[in-house]
């Protein structure tokens, strides 16, 4: 079992920046997918960047390219650094971890996605 406790959300004026934490505790594994997703209200939870924690490679989504990044710490923690913030980027933004031994695993899909946090609010302002 794996938990996650995200923290950082807030209110933003647009162009503004925040960074967003996700704790990771328990059973976690090098062999992981930390991925951010995010839901507005109406709206299904999408994908919006990923990075693996055996290679540390990442993945974003094209919304959020040159404006996002994702990092990790050493302690367990994923960090996710947003700046130049949009009003469309207002949503509850959530930390999931995805086990993938294989590689295999499609990491922008929600349901491939075993633990998830509790979700905080982001909210630009225009």
Known sequence: QVQ???SGGGL???GGSLRLSCAASGRTSSSYVMG???QAPGKEREFVVGIR???GRTYYADSVKGRFTISTNAKNTV???MN???PEDTAV???AALVDYSG???YTIPDTYAYWGQGTQVTVSS
Do not use: G
């Open 4 to 6: 996650l406790v995200e």
């Open 12 to 14: 933003v004026q647009a």
């Open 36 to 38: 951010w997703f995010r």
């Open 53 to 55: 924690w055996s290679n």
């Open 79 to 81: 960090y996710l650094q």
């Open 84 to 86: 130049s913030l949009k």
């Open 93 to 95: 933004y959530y930390c």
């Open 104 to 106: 295999s695993y499609d």
